[in-house]
């Protein structure tokens, strides 16, 4: 189950701004359960501090696919480790950043994720690589380090 330790939370929903945005810190274990219990408590905290729909559906996005990718990249086996994730305010939107101990990434950073050509057949589409298309095009920012033997990847999402 994800660890979330969230600011003091009003009881009823307000505007946000960089000054009202809240500061998580989730703890959540390399699987996928762990992946979808962990937004599923982030988004409920983004929506108690005031966050629309639309930005928490936009949040869950951009985490989705990072956070699978550790799980299913980063870790040789499933459910090896810990994810943790700090989400804190920004001037323009919310900060995150991912870390884990898994595998570095190729190349030693992130793949460009490039869209796939509308005119392939859908039998013929590659596995993968959509996820970092999303992840460049809705998040700002984004970059990625190695430090001894931590991936971490952080990214700003324009929301609030």
């Not at 937004?39 to 983004?46: G, M, S």
């Not at 989705?64 to 090896?80: F, R, T």
């Not at 939107?93 to 796939?116: C, I």
Request: proline share 8%.
């Amino acid at each position: 189950m994800a660890e979330v330790q969230t600011a003091p939370r009003r009881p009823e929903p307000r505007e946000t701004s960089a000054a009202h945005a809240p500061s998580l810190r989730v703890i959540l274990p390399s699987t996928p359960m762990g992946v979808r219990n962990g937004l599923c408590e982030i988004n409920a905290a983004l929506l108690d501090a005031g966050y629309t729909t639309e930005e928490c559906g936009t949040v869950e996005i951009v985490l989705a696919e990072v956070l699978n990718n550790v799980v299913e990249h980063a870790y040789a086996v499933p459910g090896d480790d810990l994810i943790a994730l700090r989400i804190g305010p920004a001037q323009a939107g919310l900060t995150f950043l991912v870390e884990d101990r898994g595998r570095e990434m190729p190349e030693g950073g992130p793949p460009l994720g490039q869209v796939a050509d509308a005119s392939t057949d859908l039998l013929n589409l590659p596995e993968g690589g959509f996820g970092w298309f999303i992840i460049r095009e809705v998040a700002h920012d984004v970059e990625y380090r190695r430090e001894e033997g931590c991936n971490k990847l952080s990214f700003r999402i324009a929301v609030g």
